[in-house]
């Protein structure tokens, strides 16, 4: 018998996975003497699911969205310590977050207020106030602007209201869009804090047509403000009113091939492959001029994509227009040029503009970064005495840190009569400096994590940066460059070699260590306490099955203290003054729950202090009455390595019978299906299943995140080759040791990469999986986009095979005749050519040729998508798992429907 483990709790009571949140994990065999089932002499006759009519499941699967809109994106968010000073009085902290108040059903910005003392025998939970009197925040009748449409795609916000915010601690500034216009209002700083009443908060006024987008507040003067208009950056003085364009790139045509020029704008690859959502960064610095007047700088994106290929999508929810047009870079074509710029203003002593100008790198981008072709991060250093920038070649197996003097910026382009004059007035030394490289032969994952310290001497700089080539684990280092100016002579026919910019590393110190994961992604951060010379991260040293907060000294590594609760993941935020944090976590038997932790003991013992439970902002809810947690377990599969995977059971689990058994898969590099946090909400549909009488598999294999660089790059030139693989020898290890799992009825079901996998699947192992649902999936590689296509699979021209060997459509001979295609909400990611927004269920052994196609025609609201699809896709099961025919209501939904 092929064995494996269970994740199991120390203290677990028989039967009871409810108290999977009481203490520490641990693994445990999952055949015992007291477990293992007995075989039968008699083959164990087939479990068939009840049957409902149509009506029924959709009335099941409403049952369920009830309660998944009762929790879902309820929880506080975006946190903001401010620490309070008033010795006085009973608060030591008020707590600013976006949230969605008690009866409301979209994002405000709020605040608690937490105190300095509590009685430990009684919860106290922190009352949500609002800060703002009676305010809509989501566009009237939710009309969004496309660009706002396109942006909530692509950051994947399911949530109305505001939705972001930023902060100036100083002045006390909050900064938001809503409604389609800017707002601001203030509270804190040292204009004081409000007692009682919400504020009304104030509409920034505009003569620009169309919306602004990305507003940001300047640190080093916060009346200015900057945002993107019509692909260009503009400032808005506040106090003033002035308004300012600062860049004309765009020339405002309604064109997508005349006008392919942006400024400050991140592009579609860029956004949606590298997390990046705009395109350019305040400088902190904003030094007065003798006069008392200031001079801001901005760092900024120009981007040409004039080169990029224009396809044009058909979207049905167009009533003029039959189609969007996009640049988009399909994989092995050209990407845009791009460009890094700086925009300058100075101001006389009362705020008012006095010039603007745009400066440009000495040498043209290209010229003096030859090979990078994506600017995958970029800002400031906390002084502003530097500009950086993370640069990743095209095989995104390079990476340079690089540090820009501002200098290194002139008021002209190197065609500009002007230009040797500008560049004879440049300081001496003046150049470009490479403070780190990362190589790498499977692939970079971008990261968040860049932490400069201010310069002690001008020779070198200190900055804590993660790596996860040198070992294969994502961990955090301390790295001291040396910044050795050259001898550089800026001429039009300079050309950089190699390692004319790269600098000498004088120190590179590992803070962690070992066979796990500092979680650096996706926006993760880290908190850094200069006085004490520590810094808190989140990462999976326990297990990667949890996320947890930890604490390690940067001066002398050596200990790493975890400071959340074990047996549960955790999402945390750490207090500008780091005596506390806030935790949202949960575990897969309780909901999600947000905490206020106070770390108490010895000043001179700062890496050991405690974390004592100081308050709750949110409580758990209770799980629906038909809630069965997965349950978690391990095996060691051929390819060397431990798989986890999670086994949702048949809620009318019956001795001696067989289930039929859904495999539910992604399978792909940057996501994680199994760990321990509640699956009640995003993945409740599960359990839905579970409880019509299926059974439900899920399983992590190779490719997937959190495991380290060799387990995900598994995938290196050969994406959707080796994961079928491990999904199967997943199920057979279920199926040896559930007896209730019917390997005769299994279907496999995804979106996205699951949905690519689906189709592999029955492409593949057709002998395993009967019935396919696959939902959006990429069926040509070489349709697909550069960012992240070539990531995984290099250009089509150095791996022809592979690019053959994982497109579906070059295999569709191995496809059944029938299928149903449910075809949702366009989207922005996908190409026509390499797939359209479909649900495709098919069987392997269908023998008729019927096919149901559902597509949003317009104005139908998404949900009423959903609310067809989901019914259709349990039907689908039923027909063909079960060899039950329901009738499907007729409808006129689309004018697709066959």
Partial sequence: MHRGKRVKLEDETEGSWKSFAAVRMTAVDDISDSTEVVEMDDVPSQFFVEKHSWDGLRDIIHGSRKYSGMIINKAPHDFQFVQKHDESGPHSHRLYYLGMPYGSRENSLLYSEIPKKIRKEALLVLSWKQMLDHFQATPHHGVYSREEELLRERKRLGVFGITSYDYHAQSGLFLFQASNSLFYCRDGGHNGFIQAAPMKPVEIKTQCSGI??????????PSFIAFINNNDLWVTNIETAEERRLTFCHKGLNNVKEDPKSAGVATFVIQEEFDRFTGYWWSPAAPEDADGGRTLQLLYEEVDESEVEIIHVPSPALEERKADV?????????????????AEIRTDPHGKIISAQNKEL?????????????????????????????????SQQKLQLVLLPPALFIAASVDDPQWEELVEAMPEGVQPFIIYEEVTDIWINVHDIFYPFIQTTNDKITFLWVNESQTGFCHLYRITSLLQPGCQQWTREYSPADDDFKCPIEEEVALTNGEWEVLARHGSKIWVNEETKLVYFQGTNDTPLEHHLYVVSYESPGEVVKLTKPGFSHSCSVSQNFDMFISHYSNVSTPPCVHVYKLMGSDSDPLHKEPEFWASMMEATGCPADYVPPEIFSFPASSGFQLYGMLYKPHNLKPGKKHPTILFVYGGPQVQLVNNSYKGVKYLRLNTLASLGYAVVVIDGRG???????????LKNKMGQVEIEDQ??????????????????????????????????????PNIFKVAIAGAPVTVWMAYDTGYTERYMDVPENNQQGYEAG?????????????????????AVLSPESTTRSCYCTSSSSTSDE????????????????????????????????????????????PNFM
């Avoid at 019917?742 to 029955?762: C, E, K, N, T």
């Fill in 212 to 221: 602004r987008m990305d507003p940001k507040i300047s640190p080093g003067d």
């Fill in 326 to 342: 996009y640049r988009y870079p399909r994989t092995g074509s050209k990407n845009p040029q791009i460009s890094l710029k700086i």
């Fill in 362 to 394: 000495v040498l043209p981008f290209t010229k003096l970064f030859p090979g990078v072709e994506y600017i995958a991060r970029a800002g400031w250093t906390k002084d502003g005495k530097f500009a950086w920038a993370e640069l990743l070649d095209r």
């Fill in 704 to 714: 997937s995140c959190q495991r380290g660089l060799k387990f995900e790059g598994a």
């Fill in 728 to 765: 199967v020898e997943g199920l057979q290890y279920v199926a040896e040791n559930y007896k209730f799992i019917d390997m005769s009825r299994v279907a496999i079901h995804g979106w996205s990469y699951g949905g690519f996998l689906s189709l592999m699947g029955l492409i593949h192992r």
């Fill in 807 to 827: 497109s579906v459509a070059l295999h569709v001979d191995k496809l059944p005749n029938e299928s149903t295609p449910m075809r949702g909400t366009a989207s």
């Fill in 851 to 894: 096919r149901l196609l559902l597509s949003q025609p317009p104005l139908l609201p998404p949900a009423a998508v959903t609310e067809y699809g989901s019914p259709t896709r349990l039907c689908f099961l039923a027909l063909f798992l079960e060899g039950v025919s329901l009738q499907q209501p007729q409808t006129d939904l689309s």
